[in-house]
């Protein structure tokens, strides 16, 4: 494609070279440039690109792009841009030919429920004869492929290059976790959805090299709303007004109160041998019953919010209501089924807010105790690891404290920060720092009613440590140990 064709509609200023160049292909990774491509020099938190353009030139590049004044010793074409980060999105539209055109899209952002959410209307629509693809926490699913996933919402030219992917095979549907961090940089500036979705907002994701404070987490959330047709809008958070004042979407609201589009009902717990989830009743938009296979409260919110996007899209509601009682998603309130004496949750709960609300939710099922197995990960804040072994002291029968992805960091370093929490309280813990061996250690001694909670990796199936990643799936480890 020549270069001004992947330039459209972009401000930039031609420093040297020719805008007839052709390039085959643009990087943001130097290792990974071929020839006659593009290098787009990315300024992150841990690195600049600008120190890796020599790198990229000496392996072909032809055109680089680049945000500050560098003397570039060399006969390629320099293109500078006013912040290359958002500018990537722009030129990976120009470069894929703006694949979202073609496809129907879900955006999703929020704190908690994501994930849960997206995979319902996956699976909503596809039991309706639809063809969908996904984009989130899991990875990228359409079909067959799967493309695994470093963050919720990948890199721009990579969003865009799976976009292409879905349209080149017959997608119609693309269901898409939209994260925080990714409004706020611009991995998907210039992309326009169809639906938006905002389920809650809680404090998470404050640190050193996520967000500042609660105020740019909101508005970064915020963002989603000016960038889609229509927005659904969970009408009970606090942070409801906040999402919707500079919203420029048609606003349709879900929630308890009875203001609300579609206002929930009669939630209620349900549990027996074949099935542990909620029922509850809709009214306003859609006045049904359902049965949710995901257990909590909180999975009603969940539940609306796929109702109420799929209602929009003219699914029936009886394919509605069939889905959604035999849903589930892995690594999200997942029942293991291999027990019977006491059940074996796995969950992604990897935050004080999380942590708290499934332990407080498996209370209500009244179990005869609670054993919850967790670590934290590493370079990542020291508070949240205070606050899980507070909470998980003061809401579980027994905590078994071992690792997570423990990155850079000395595991028992996390272990111990997490004990400092835990010593606020008078809770039962035992700590055991390799994470099999701590699994073993909750199946070995749970008891007939028992529920044990094996959180923080939910759909993983790795270990990161030392910054290398090992094959780690925990539904792999419990079968070891129950054939050992």
Known sequence: MKLREVLKDISFELIQGSLDVDIEDIFYDSRKVTLNSAFIALVGVNSDGHDYIDMAIEKGANVIFLERNMEINSDVTVVKL????????????NFFDNPIEKLVTIAITGTKGKTTTSWMIKNI???SGKKVGIIGTMGVFYGDIYHELVNTTPESYDLNKYLKEMVDNDIQYVVMEISSQALKVGRVEGLYFDYGIFTNLTKDHIGENEHPNMEDYLFSKSLLFKKCKYGIFNFDSKYYE???????????????????????????????????????????????????????????????????????????ISNIKKTLKIFSVKGRTELIPEFKKFNVIIDYAHNGVSLESILKTMRKYNP????????????????????????????????IVTEDNSRNEDVNDIINDIEIGLKRTNGKYIK???????????????RQGDIVLLLGKGHETYQ?????????DEREIIKQIISQ
Request: proline content about 1%; charged content about 25%; some cysteine.
């Open 432 to 446: 055991i720092a390799d994470r099999t061996e701590a699994i073993k250690y909750a199946i070995k001694n749970a």
């Open 464 to 472: 990161d440590r030392g910054g290398v990643r090992y094959h780690y």
């Open 125 to 127: 629509l596809e039991s």
């Open 242 to 316: 906040s999402m919707v004042n500079s919203a420029s979407c048609k606003v349709y609201t879900f929630g308890h109160k009875r203001a609300s589009d579609l206002v929930i009902e009669n939630v209620r717990l349900v549990r027996d041998d074949s099935f542990m989830g909620i029922s509850l009743v809709t009214k306003g938009i859609v006045n049904e019953d359902f049965m949710v296979s995901i257990p909590g409260e909180f999975s009603a919110y969940n539940a609306a919010a796929a109702i109420f996007v799929c209602y929009l899209l003219g699914i029936n």
């Open 82 to 93: 006013d912040n290359t980060r958002k500018a990537l999105s722009l030129l990976a539209i």
């Open 368 to 399: 005869k105790r609670i054993i919850a197995l967790f670590g934290c990960g590493g370079n990542r804040s020291v508070e949240r690891r205070y606050d899980m072994g507070e909470i998980s002291g003061k809401l579980a029968d027994l905590t």
